[in-house]
């Protein structure tokens, strides 16, 4: 685990998101390379929902990045104008 976890005094656990968000992506291309070749259409699908679920917890995981950025930059502007 390459990802920091805090509990919070509240009982939330907080978890660093770039670490965790590098740790989705290898899962993901790992179950990109599973060889499908074999399996019977319904452990197929399964393989493909899972590849879309990781996908999706990917890119909410970027959307929290991004919009941290977008307050980080609102930050220096105001700064800056002072």
Do not use: C, R
Not at 13 to 36: G, Y
Request: no cysteine; net charge negative.
């Amino acid at each position: 685990m390459n990802y920091k976890l805090v509990k919070a005094e509240d009982g939330i656990v907080w978890v660093s998101i770039q670490p965790l968000m590098n740790d989705v992506k290898v899962a993901l291309e790992n179950a990109k390379n599973i060889n499908t070749d074999d399996m019977l259409d319904n452990e197929k699908t399964g393989v493909d929902f899972t590849i879309l679920s990781m996908e999706a917890v990917y890119n909410f995981l970027g959307s929290l990045l991004t919009e941290q950025g977008l307050k980080d930059l609102q930050e220096q502007n105001k700064e800056s104008l002072h």
